[in-house]
């Protein structure tokens, strides 16, 4: 005889081992999310006009229709405002860090 409380039901093993494989590529894109913005900053730091009133409408345009050709199940309609999310806090972050300085605390 089989007890079933000693196996998990096949459906919740392969949910188990699915949220898994999403937890792994959430940990992998904070950290790409975390680069893009560090390499953002550079940028800013280096724009005669940066942070929010340096933002390039047309650039961010032309970034979600090359997103949209490796996503097309998301498609430049769902990426745009993900992508004006990622903008936006690496732009606040970065503008956050050239007014307090690295670490977020006192100027340099």
């Known amino acids: 005889m ?3 409380h000693s196996e998990p039901a096949p459906v919740s093993e392969q949910i ?3 949220r898994g494989r999403i937890d792994q590529m959430d940990a992998e894109l904070a950290a790409l999310l975390e680069r ?3 390499v953002a900053a550079q940028v800013q730091r ?3 006009v940066g942070y929010f ?3 390039d409408m047309e650039r961010e345009r032309r970034l979600v229709e090359r997103m949209a050709e490796h996503a097309p ?3 430049a309609d769902r ?3 993900i992508m004006d999310s990622v903008i936006s806090a690496g732009l ?3 503008q956050e860090e050239a007014a307090t300085g690295p670490g977020g605390v006192g100027g340099s």
Do not use: E, M, V, W
């Open 2 to 4: 089989h007890d079933r």
């Open 16 to 18: 188990l081992r699915l």
């Open 36 to 38: 893009r913005a560090l």
């Open 46 to 48: 280096l724009k005669p």
């Open 53 to 55: 009133a340096g933002r």
């Open 73 to 75: 199940r998301l498609g």
């Open 79 to 81: 990426l745009a405002p």
């Open 92 to 94: 606040a972050a970065a």
